[in-house]
Structure formats: structure tokens, C-alpha cells
């Protein structure tokens, strides 16, 4: 996932690398590589970039205006409001759509994010997306302050939105991805950083959040409001994000990476389970097929991982945003010394991931590293999902 789609002409790279970087030491994570591996179509790839990010940065030049695919990705900014358009050529005759918004003028920017104009960028993408998380580093060109900086206060370990889903903070790691223990798809096991913290939903989408956003309740099994929502496709899920954002404009909300899942699943743990490899013991943590009686069950009723988040194994498989493969040759060369930094998945594909396992399923099913195939359009009543809110 990315906070910032920056839009710009192949041509301008050069020109375009230094705020590349100082958008990216400030915190944010910048797609900007349109670099494709056989076989990928460029259109997915965009169309998948733009989906994952919050803000669309164009750098409007000579050539990016007649380029086809930066008035395309300019346009998807705009149409979602989230464009932050800037010009890097004096005199540039900018897109006709795009001319009656402020653009940001870095014609005689030289990397200094003391520069008003660049200052006016990183206020337009904050409007959008919030401060970043973490500052990695000073911002290129900044002269270091005499002063102490003030740090930014720790976020709530837990926290609540409007209409009532809980979420649990996430602190950065890294944690053994995938198993030996279980199906092909699942190997090699390989380490896996997670460099930014994130809110990860404590419990999966209930009945009632699923109402109170959509006015509709597609689940199978009713009569609890707190039962899981089920019965929901990936594109379902996506139909419900974008609603809720109306809701709560100021928040990022979207399904987990399957690193990010697995991650906030294990809790720390390198078992099976999230507390152990003991399948006798799966009962006190999932609802699975040995004790579910055929459907799912309230959320939280039972133990939660060490993380305080519950119902990660059983009740109901949770979509996954990425999209499904096995894992890459540079997957399998992360060690114990390097690791897979913020794996997304594929950048296209036909079937996304689901995980977690179901109350229809068998232990094994239920294991932290079990990975599905789940085609995007297909609902059933044991699928259902778990939210991530971006920092």
C-alpha cells in the first residue's frame, strides 16, 4: 500500500527524483516506478496503484501534458478530490480540466522543503492523508534545527470509530511469513518487516457496522447483530469502504496486506496458532467446524490473541486486499539478516487472498499461515472481513 500516487511525464525523472525523495524521507510511501515485469498490463497496474493510494501528486510539464496516462491518473485524482497538482515548467499550458485548480509552483525548487511551495504540497497531502506515521529521516535540504524537536503524541493504543468498530494499534516488526508445516503455497517461509504501525480492526465487520453504513444486511446467518457480516464479496468490501469514508472523510480505511494480517494474526507467535501448535486448544480461540454447530457466532466470544484481537482463526474467512500468487523469488531470498519490507502481493491478478479460516473448516484450515484463493465477485455465507485503519 502507498500513501502518495505521484503522477508525472517518463521524461521528467530526473526533475521529478528530488521531491520523490523528500516526500518519502518526510514519511510518506511514494509509488512513483512504472517498471513492469513480463506479462503485467500497464493499465492494471496503474488502476491497482491508484486504488491503494490516498493522494495523487501530478508534476505538470510540457510533456506531462501530452501524456496520455498522466491526464488519465490526474483525472482519477481529481474525480476522488484528492489531487495535488504542482508545475515544475514555467509558462506550462496545463489540461483544460486542471486549469482552475491551485497548483504548486517548483520551477526554481531545489530540494530545500523550507521553500514555500514545497511547504504548500506537504499541507495539501496531509489534508488528504494525515501526517505520516513515522519521520524517517530530515527532509533533503532541511537545516537541522538548534531547537528540540517536538515529538508528535503516541497514538491510542486502542481507538473507536462512529459507528463503533474498535481497533487495536499495531506497532512495526518483523515476523516469519508463511510455513513449512502446511500447503505449497504457504513456502518458503521468509522474514517480513513491517516498517509503519497501523489500527487493525479488533474483531471482523459486524452485522449491525455492516447496516449502519450500507442499510442492507447480506448475511446468511441473522438474529445476532454482532455476528460477523458475511455473505460479502472483495467487491462488496470495497462498495462499503468507499461509503464509509463518506462517513468519516478524515480516516483511511481499507483491507489489510497479507503481511499485515498474518502479522497482527501471529501476534508475535512463530506456531501454528496464535498460542501455540496444540490443535486440541483451537476451540478456546475459533469457532471451526468441531465446535460451531454449522454457523458462525458472535464476535469476541472467545480468547483473543495476544494482541487483544479476536476471532482471527474461525467464524468467518476475512478478505485480504492483495491480490493472489505464491510467493516471489525475492520472497524466498529474505533470510534471517533481510527481510521483504511491506510486501503488497502481485500487482494484478484474477483472485484475491482470503485468510483466517471458518466455521465450516478443519483446524489445519484455521492455522496462521493457510492462505485461499477468493474470487473478487464471489459471496458465500463464510466469508466475511476485518478492517485496517492507515495512521
Same mark, same amino acid.
Given at each position: 500500500?502507498?500513501?502518495?500516487? +505521484?503522477?508525472?511525464?517518463?521524461?521528467?525523472?530526473?526533475?521529478? &527524483?528530488? &521531491?520523490?525523495?523528500? &516526500?518519502?524521507?518526510?514519511?510518506?510511501?511514494?509509488?512513483?516506478?512504472?517498471?513492469?515485469?513480463?506479462?503485467?498490463?500497464?493499465?492494471?497496474?496503474?488502476?491497482?496503484?491508484?486504488?491503494? #493510494?490516498?493522494?495523487?501528486?501530478?508534476? /505538470?510539464?510540457?510533456?506531462?501534458?501530452?501524456?496520455? /496516462?498522466?491526464?488519465?491518473?490526474?483525472?482519477?485524482? +481529481?474525480?476522488?478530490?484528492? &489531487?495535488?497538482?504542482?508545475?515544475?515548467?514555467?509558462?506550462?499550458?496545463?489540461? +483544460? !480540466?486542471?486549469?482552475?485548480?491551485?497548483?504548486?509552483?517548483?520551477?526554481? /525548487? @531545489?530540494?530545500?522543503?523550507?521553500?514555500?511551495?514545497?511547504?504548500?504540497?506537504?499541507?495539501?497531502?496531509?489534508?488528504?492523508?494525515? =501526517?505520516?506515521?513515522?519521520?524517517?529521516?530530515?527532509?533533503?535540504?532541511?537545516?537541522?534545527?538548534?531547537?528540540?524537536? =517536538?515529538?508528535? %503524541?503516541?497514538? =491510542?493504543?486502542?481507538?473507536?470509530?462512529?459507528? !463503533?468498530?474498535?481497533?487495536?494499534?499495531? @506497532?512495526?516488526?518483523?515476523?516469519?511469513?508463511?510455513?513449512?508445516?502446511?500447503?505449497?503455497?504457504?513456502?518458503?517461509?521468509?522474514?517480513?518487516?513491517?516498517?509503519?504501525?497501523? *489500527?487493525?480492526?479488533?474483531?471482523?465487520?459486524?452485522?449491525?457496522?455492516?447496516?449502519?453504513?450500507?442499510?442492507?444486511?447480506?448475511?446468511?446467518?441473522?438474529?445476532? #447483530?454482532?455476528?460477523?457480516?458475511?455473505?460479502?464479496?472483495?467487491?462488496?468490501?470495497?462498495?462499503?469502504?468507499?461509503?464509509?469514508?463518506?462517513?468519516? %472523510?478524515?480516516?483511511?480505511?481499507?483491507?489489510?496486506?497479507?503481511?499485515?494480517?498474518?502479522?497482527?494474526?501471529?501476534?508475535?507467535?512463530?506456531?501454528?496458532?496464535?498460542?501455540?501448535?496444540?490443535?486440541?486448544?483451537?476451540?478456546? $480461540?475459533?469457532?471451526?467446524?468441531?465446535?460451531?454447530?454449522?454457523?458462525?457466532?458472535?464476535?469476541? @466470544?472467545?480468547?483473543?490473541?495476544?494482541?487483544?484481537?479476536?476471532?482471527?482463526?474461525?467464524?468467518?474467512?476475512? /478478505?485480504?486486499?492483495?491480490?493472489?500468487?505464491? $510467493?516471489?523469488?525475492?520472497?524466498?531470498?529474505?533470510?534471517?539478516? #533481510?527481510?521483504?519490507v511491506d510486501p503488497d502481493g502481485p500487482e494484478s491478478g484474477s483472485n484475491r487472498v482470503?485468510? !483466517?479460516?471458518?466455521?465450516?473448516?478443519?483446524?489445519?484450515?484455521?492455522?496462521?499461515?493457510?492462505?485461499?484463493? !477468493?474470487? %473478487?465477485? *464471489?459471496?458465500?455465507?463464510?466469508?466475511?472481513?476485518?478492517?485496517?485503519?492507515?495512521?
Open positions: 500500500m502507498h500513501d502518495i500516487f +505521484l503522477s508525472y511525464a517518463r521524461e521528467d525523472l530526473e526533475r521529478v &527524483l528530488p &521531491l520523490i525523495r523528500a &516526500l518519502e524521507q518526510y514519511g510518506w510511501r511514494v509509488w512513483w516506478d512504472r517498471t513492469l515485469i513480463p506479462g503485467q498490463r500497464f493499465s492494471h497496474v496503474i488502476e491497482e496503484a491508484l486504488d491503494a #493510494s490516498g493522494c495523487v501528486t501530478v508534476v /505538470w510539464s510540457e510533456a506531462a501534458r501530452q501524456s496520455y /496516462w498522466v491526464e488519465v491518473e490526474a483525472g482519477e485524482g +481529481l474525480r476522488r478530490g484528492v &489531487l495535488v497538482p504542482a508545475k515544475i515548467e514555467t509558462d506550462i499550458r496545463i489540461p +483544460l !480540466g486542471f486549469r482552475a485548480i491551485q497548483t504548486a509552483d517548483l520551477v526554481d /525548487w @531545489q530540494g530545500d522543503t523550507s521553500h514555500p511551495e514545497y511547504v504548500r504540497v506537504v499541507q495539501a497531502v496531509t489534508s488528504h492523508i494525515g =501526517e505520516p506515521a513515522v519521520r524517517i529521516t530530515e527532509p533533503a535540504g532541511e537545516t537541522a534545527s538548534p531547537e528540540p524537536v =517536538e515529538e508528535r %503524541p503516541s497514538p =491510542e493504543s486502542r481507538w473507536t470509530n462512529s459507528i !463503533g468498530i474498535e481497533f487495536a494499534l499495531i @506497532q512495526p516488526g518483523e515476523f516469519i511469513m508463511g510455513s513449512n508445516n502446511g500447503r505449497d503455497n504457504e513456502k518458503p517461509p521468509h522474514r517480513v518487516r513491517i516498517s509503519q504501525p497501523f *489500527y487493525m480492526g479488533v474483531t471482523p465487520v459486524t452485522q449491525v457496522q455492516w447496516e449502519i453504513v450500507m442499510e442492507s444486511n447480506p448475511s446468511h446467518f441473522k438474529g445476532d #447483530s454482532q455476528r460477523p457480516v458475511e455473505s460479502v464479496s472483495w467487491n462488496d468490501v470495497q462498495k462499503f469502504i468507499a461509503k464509509l469514508k463518506e462517513h468519516e %472523510p478524515g480516516f483511511t480505511y481499507r483491507l489489510p496486506s497479507e503481511a499485515e494480517w498474518e502479522y497482527a494474526a501471529r501476534a508475535g507467535s512463530t506456531t501454528n496458532y496464535c498460542y501455540g501448535d496444540d490443535e486440541a486448544r483451537l476451540g478456546e $480461540y475459533a469457532w471451526y467446524e468441531v465446535n460451531s454447530g454449522g454457523t458462525t457466532h458472535p464476535v469476541a @466470544q472467545l480468547k483473543p490473541n495476544a494482541w487483544n484481537l479476536y476471532d482471527v482463526h474461525g467464524n468467518v474467512w476475512e /478478505w485480504i486486499y492483495d491480490w493472489y500468487a505464491n $510467493y516471489s523469488i525475492a520472497t524466498a531470498d529474505a533470510t534471517a539478516t #533481510s527481510a521483504v482470503i485468510r !483466517g479460516g471458518s466455521w465450516g473448516h478443519g483446524a489445519r484450515d484455521c492455522r496462521s499461515a493457510y492462505r485461499v484463493i !477468493g474470487v %473478487p465477485g *464471489y459471496a458465500y455465507h463464510d466469508r466475511g472481513f476485518r478492517l485496517l485503519r492507515q495512521l
